[in-house]
Structure formats: structure tokens, C-alpha cells
């Protein structure tokens, strides 16, 4: 375990933490006015690899050996040159702190990091931190790379579950879920809608799937694996053979067959190691999905009212009213799934640029 403690004067910034891995999440900007849940879970950090924050380069102002020397290879809008490196934490994982209010950003409920770390050691005064609780973000505090140090603290070590031990847990995540919004006139709300989670997870899975399509249409299970998938895929791939094909593939799965070109496997929480199969299929590309996404997809679990005596408890599911479903097709992440593609080499294939041009254009297809 680690604790963080600020470059300057050594003081204490957190408590005792674990590494995990960055969840696919971590850069969602979610609705409009949306309350989002805090994004790692207390006594965890991850690290977030790239850049984050102002001040910001416009791409014209980039060379394109500039951009690719910091893993980008396609244009996009402008780039952060904050410090790389940020560990993220639960904002209750904070200590000896104080909030810098004249770096309150232009956020509307809340914080947005817009104008920097803005929050300093409570015994120096250094700005080590960033915190984030605005709307449609998720709660998380970013610690400066550049002005903190993380010092190995003892304490048990406790060793990575395996792929059996993972799956026989069982921590899946649900695709639908409530989301409150930040109230209008008549206060808060709440509407039932697809999961954040998961249209970052897809986001971050399409922009892999594109790349291994290698401009050839591409065919996924059918179910909820398609109704996340095909109809960006069919929108933004040519149509007709040959077809590439796609299964998922992973821990306590059968072998998929040998003409597979593509696997959905899962990531492990902790390491961020993705799953590898052996076999036939070991050339296939691997798509990387969050392990409680894919283990909805391979064991989906049915919404069905529970009987239950006396007061109906909390986290069952009432028959009366039935939970609303999602009043829109699935739409993934388009800045999950934007950050993900020009981070692929392989965006700078020929092929690439008509699927490149589809996202420029403005079509009938609502596809984020």
C-alpha cells in the first residue's frame, strides 16, 4: 500500500491506499446536470496516463511528430498539456488539504478543475491536487504527478484474484440504472436510463473494434452485445463480405472457434491486465471490456420481481411499478470512444479515413 505525501514539505495527503487499475470511466462527461457517484472505490488510486487539464494546445499549433511522440496519431480538437501521470482517488481518501476557493472553475453545481489544482497542502500551501464534483462528472480527486510523492507504507499485501476467483465473485454491473439530475423547478429528478458505465465501456470497446475490423464489416453475438454494438458498427463499416467476426471469449468460457478474428474479453480491476487466450485463436484481437461489463454480457441476469413478505427491503426489485427501461437505442461514450481511437496507431490506416469522415458527418444515425 501507498500513501501520498506532498513534494514540497513531506506532509501527509492521503490515507493507506491500493493500486487498481484506471476504470474506463474515468474521463466520462455524462448528460446535462447529472449527479454521478464517486469514481474509485475508497482506499484505491489508480493512474491516469495522459495528460489531463489545461492549459490546453489547439492542434494547429501541434506537429503532427509532436502529437505522435504523445501517443496521438489522429487530429483532434486541442490537447492538455497538464502533467501525465495524475493518481486519481476518492475525494474521502483526501487528508491535510484545504480547497483553493478562487480556483472554483466555470463549474455550475460544483467543481470542475477548470482553473487548475485547486486544492493546496494544508502545511505548505502547495497545490497538489485537483478535485472534481461537478455535474455530469465523476467525483474523484487528481493528485499532481508533479507535486506529490507516493511512499510504499506497511501493511498486507494482499495478491491479485485470479480469473476463476473474479468470476466465481461475480460482481457484474447492471446496463440500466437510476440517474438523479440536479433539480429544476420542480427539484431533483430521477430517470431510469443506461448505465454511464457502460457507454464509456463501449466507447473505449468501438474504438477497438474499429481498428480490428481493418475496414470489413463486423458481426457480434447477438442480444445485448448487439444492441451495444452493431448499429454503430453497421453505421460506420461498409456493408457486405466478407464479414469479420466477433465473440466473447474470456474466464469460464468455452474455446471459440478457430475462424474467430476478434475476441470481447474482459480487464482485470486491479492489474489492467487484459484476458489472453491459448489455441487457435491466440492471434485473434482482443477488445478490451471492464470484467463487470462482460460478465453482464456473457451471464446476463434477468429483471424479475422477487417475492418478499412484510416490508419489501431496499434492493429488491418492486413488481409495481415495473423499473422503466431506457427511452433511446444505446448510445456509447463519444468521449471515451474519441479519446480511445486516436490513441490507436492503426487510426492512421488508408481505410480509416472513410470511417473517420462518418464521424465528421452529420447523418440520421444517432450513434453517440
Known amino acids: 500500500m501507498f500513501v501520498f505525501v506532498c513534494a514540497r514539505c513531506d506532509a501527509e495527503l492521503t490515507v493507506p491506499l491500493s493500486q487498481v487499475a484506471l476504470p474506463a470511466h474515468a474521463r466520462q462527461i455524462y448528460g446535462n446536470g447529472a449527479q454521478l457517484p464517486v469514481l474509485m472505490e ?22 503532427a511528430g509532436e502529437a505522435e511522440a504523445r501517443g496521438v496519431y489522429a487530429p483532434v480538437r486541442a490537447l492538455s498539456d497538464g502533467a501525465p501521470g495524475a493518481s486519481v482517488i476518492a475525494p474521502g481518501d483526501v487528508r491535510g488539504t484545504r480547497l483553493i476557493p478562487e480556483k472554483r472553475g466555470g463549474a455550475c453545481c460544483g467543481l470542475d478543475g477548470s482553473d487548475g489544482p485547486n486544492m493546496a497542502c494544508q502545511a505548505c500551501d502547495l497545490p497538489v491536487a485537483t478535485r472534481l464534483d461537478d455535474c455530469s462528472l465523476w467525483q474523484a480527486v487528481r493528485l499532481s504527478s508533479d507535486a506529490v510523492r507516493r511512499l510504499l507504507v506497511d501493511g498486507v ?36 436510463s443506461w448505465s454511464p458505465r457502460w457507454e464509456a465501456a463501449a466507447g473505449q470497446a468501438l474504438a477497438h473494434l474499429l481498428v480490428a475490423s481493418k475496414g470489413q464489416p463486423v458481426k457480434v453475438p447477438g442480444g445485448l ?144
Open 42 to 63: 475508497s482506499g484505491t488510486f489508480a493512474v491516469d496516463p495522459d495528460p489531463w487539464g489545461g492549459p490546453w494546445r489547439m492542434w494547429d499549433e501541434i506537429d
Open 157 to 192: 499485501h494482499v495478491a491479485p484474484l485470479s480469473w476463476s476467483e473474479l468470476t466465481e465473485k461475480g460482481e457484474n454491473t447492471p446496463p440500466f440504472e437510476p440517474i438523479a439530475s440536479w433539480g429544476g423547478r420542480l427539484g431533483s429528478d430521477h430517470h431510469w
Open 225 to 368: 452485445t448487439a444492441d451495444v454494438f452493431q448499429r454503430a458498427l453497421d453505421a460506420l463499416l461498409p456493408a457486405g463480405p466478407p464479414t469479420r467476426r466477433a465473440v466473447l471469449a474470456g474466464p469460464g468460457q468455452s474455446s471459440p472457434d478457430a475462424g474467430v478474428d476478434i475476441l470481447l474479453v474482459p480487464v482485470h480491476p486491479r492489474t489492467g491486465q487484459t484476458w489472453t487466450p491459448a489455441g487457435p485463436t491466440a492471434s485473434a484481437y482482443l477488445v478490451p471490456l471492464p470484467l463487470g461489463v462482460w460478465l453482464w454480457l456473457v451471464s446476463p441476469q434477468p429483471y424479475l420481481p422477487v417475492p418478499a413478505s412484510g416490508r419489501i427491503p431496499q434492493d429488491v426489485l418492486r413488481d409495481d411499478p415495473l423499473p422503466l427501461l431506457p427511452n433511446h437505442l444505446f448510445r456509447a461514450d463519444r468521449g471515451t470512444f474519441q479519446h480511445t481511437l486516436v490513441r490507436l496507431p492503426a487510426v492512421r490506416s488508408p481505410w480509416m479515413g472513410t470511417v473517420l469522415g462518418k464521424l465528421t458527418q452529420e447523418g440520421p444515425v444517432d450513434l453517440f
